[in-house]
């Protein structure tokens, strides 16, 4: 396998909340489909709150746990490592490109280290108690991959850009 590749995807409002009480504070079935097709394949690495927002494994993806507990007990489908290197280490072992898919923290402690971002931009301001940091993109290109309107199955219109490094 060659180097592998770290990216992060994630949705946000224009006030870059992520999650309010455990749950993503919106629902927008095209851009669930937009993560699914994305990270389809490739190993998902997630902080121990992430995981527990949901306490199951996403089918079709090597789903990585970290949490400093190493006896933790996660459900099956899901591997448990104790460490950000351990994730991106074991990772490696199934694919040249892995996602960081939550929370804030590991968002934020893998900024530097990540080759493209995958930004949904929910276009609200929303109360919550997941909040990222406004990311600087600046030398970074960006493409926008969708404009979406709210419609009757999304209460909020999204853009959805990949941003790479240059």
């Known amino acids: 396998m060659s180097q592998l590749q770290l990216a992060q995807i994630y949705a946000r409002s224009e006030n870059h909340v992520i999650g309010a009480d455990g749950r993503i504070p919106w629902r927008l079935p095209d851009d669930f489909k937009h993560f699914k ?82 930004e949904t931009v929910v276009h609200t301001e929303i109360e919550g108690d997941a909040v990222l940091p406004a990311f600087d993109f600046t030398g970074w290109r960006s493409k926008v991959l969708q404009e979406h309107p709210a419609d009757g199955r999304h209460n909020f219109a999204f853009t959805v850009r990949r941003w790479d490094r240059s």
């Open 37 to 118: 097709r994305t990270t389809m394949g490739c190993p998902i690495i997630m902080g121990r709150k992430t995981y527990e927002d949901h306490e199951s494994a996403l089918p079709g993806r090597l789903n990585l746990v970290i949490t400093s507990n190493a006896g933790y007990q996660a459900a099956g489908g899901i591997e448990v490592v104790t460490s950000l290197d351990a994730a991106i280490g074991r990772a490696a072992q199934d694919n040249d490109l892995a996602f960081i898919i939550g929370g804030v923290g590991l968002f934020t402690q893998t900024f530097d280290r990540v080759q493209t971002v995958y």
